[in-house]
């Protein structure tokens, strides 16, 4: 079983681009989940999304950042016109259901803005 | 919301020493909590979790206990091995959805 699988796994972007990165669940799981890992900080929730819907977006800055979760294929995290702060590992998760349980983790996106 | 606090690290241990990872939440309600370690380079995994009150989770050697009175929940091994040198995070559920509310994590290096 294919795990959540995210790419690219390292991307490079100049100040003022556009950065997109993709967000493929489980097999079954219509959660995701958008983390963000700074250097030397924990993991800070961004967004969760079910098919088609936001439901928590209470950690996506305000400007800049947006994410979708379409009826048909990946989960899109889209940082607009890049900073160097952006600079972190984005990390997917899945689950099946909003019923506590366990997220399944990708192995993650770093994004190094120069 | 949930919040929590974990100890900080780098915990450098040697190998087949005792390990405690103290943390600590504040909730409304009582909400899950898990532990997920992150080795370098990947994603995190979940290690262990508990549901409830007094309920203890356990995987690999590790343990803890989740203790409603002092709402902590500090994970435990006996006798750790260089392979569980990684990143462990503490994590409350976010209450109303699934979301887990991760501590700064722990880095814990362990020496042959």
């Known amino acids: 079983n294919a795990g959540v699988m995210q790419n690219p796994r390292h991307l490079v972007r100049r100040r003022g681009q556009e950065a997109r990165l993709r967000c493929s669940p489980m097999?079954?799981?219509?959660?995701v989940y958008w983390y963000r890992q700074l250097p030397e900080e924990g993991l800070k929730f961004m967004v969760y999304?079910?098919?088609?819907?936001?439901?928590?977006e209470s950690g996506m800055p305000k400007e800049r950042f947006s994410a979708e979760f379409p009826k048909e294929g990946p989960s899109i995290l889209r940082i607009q016109q890049v900073v160097r702060g952006d600079s972190a590992a984005y990390f997917c998760?899945?689950?099946?259901?909003?019923?506590?349980?366990?997220?399944?983790f990708g192995e993650g996106s770093r994004l190094t803005v120069l | 919301g949930n919040s929590v606090t974990q100890m900080e690290g780098p915990v450098t241990l040697s190998e087949e020493a005792f390990l405690t990872i103290n943390c600590t939440y504040t909730?409304?309600?009582?909400?899950?909590l898990f532990w997920y370690v992150q080795y370098p380079g990947e994603g995190l995994q979940l290690l262990l979790k508990?549901?409830?009150?007094?309920d203890k989770g356990s995987n690999k050697g590790f343990e803890a206990t989740y203790r409603k009175e002092t709402t902590s929940f500090h994970l435990e091994k006996g006798s750790v091995q260089v392979s569980d040198s990684a990143v462990y995070f503490c994590?409350?559920?976010?209450?109303?959805?699934?979301?887990?509310?991760f501590g700064t994590g722990t880095l814990l290096a362990v020496q042959p």
């Open positions: 097999k079954g799981h219509s959660h």
């Open positions: 508990a549901t409830k009150a007094d």
């Open positions: 998760a899945s689950s099946p259901g909003q019923e506590t349980g366990e997220l399944f």
């Open positions: 999304l079910q098919k088609e819907n936001i439901i928590d």
């Open positions: 909730a409304t309600g009582y909400p899950s």
């Open positions: 994590a409350p559920d976010g209450g109303a959805t699934n979301k887990l509310i």
